[in-house]
């Protein structure tokens, strides 16, 4: 679904987040020099090393920025200022809160393209999300053939042009956000099987062939701007989605 820009909203100042909630944020990441100044104070030493490997200047401010906003964030629910939040990385680098303590069994994760960032923050239950840039794709068939499964390549190859390319981003992204909710990467794409026509709501179809597996799992499609495709993707169902913005 095409969020309106209308139902992004600021935060409110007595921010609360149920065990039913999931709140989406959303943030532009090409700022001012004095802003990424200030995001970057926010940083872990580790963080701000990760920076510096940059090559490109660009990408270096866009990752200041998208973890100083994520550091801002979370800083909100737990009540801590930015730079005292600790994080870990899984084996395949997905980050979650070290100082668990004080979490309140906080989970998050966040994905970032082209300038544009999305979070997605709930309680308890494991969740993903990824937003990729719409771009021209020549060869969405050939990576579809790839990367995705028998069933899904047919779709892709049984729609008309105009819709293969739309439907491998939607592929893509409901994929990703999926694996990043558990946490096991680009491996396991041709293991979960997704909708993928532009037509149809966005559904977690089967996991490993298992359609009952899937069906533990809320799938969200999201367009936060034009020309960008992005999916959510919660552990459980009966979510109530919350739109913010980082101001």
């Not at 069994?105 to 966040?110: E, Q, S």
């Not at 937003?131 to 020549?138: F, G, S, V, Y």
């Not at 966005?202 to 992005?230: F, H, K, R, V």
């Amino acid at each position: 679904m095409r969020v309106p820009d209308n139902l992004w909203h600021p935060p409110p100042a007595d921010l609360a987040l149920s065990y039913a909630d999931v709140h989406i944020w959303r943030a532009e990441l090409d700022l001012s020099a004095g802003q990424i100044e200030q995001l970057t104070k926010t940083l872990s030493a580790d963080e701000q090393q990760r920076a510096n490997r940059f090559r490109f200047e660009q990408h270096r401010k866009h990752f200041i920025a998208g973890r100083g906003f994520l550091r801002a964030i979370l800083s909100r629910y737990l009540n801590l200022e930015p730079t005292q939040l600790q994080f870990s990385y899984s084996s395949r680098g997905k980050p979650s809160l070290a100082n668990t303590d004080n979490s309140g069994g906080l989970c998050f994760n966040l994905s970032h393209s082209n300038g544009l960032a999305l979070y997605a923050v709930t309680r308890g239950q494991r969740l993903g999300i990824d937003l990729e840039h719409l771009r021209a794709m020549p060869d969405a068939e050939k990576l579809a053939k790839r990367f995705f499964c028998a069933s899904e390549y047919a779709v892709i190859n049984s729609l008309p042009p105009e819709l293969k390319q739309e439907a491998f981003f939607n592929g893509w992204t409901r994929k990703e956000a999926y694996l990043k909710a558990t946490g096991d990467g680009l491996a396991g794409l041709e293991q979960v099987e997704v909708s993928l026509n532009p037509t149809e709501p966005a559904t977690l179809l089967s996991i490993q062939g298992n359609p009952e597996a899937a069906s533990c799992w809320s799938m969200y499609q999201l367009t936060p701007a034009p020309d960008y495709a992005a999916a959510l993707v919660v552990e459980g169902k009966g979510w109530h989605l919350h739109y913010l913005s980082v101001v």
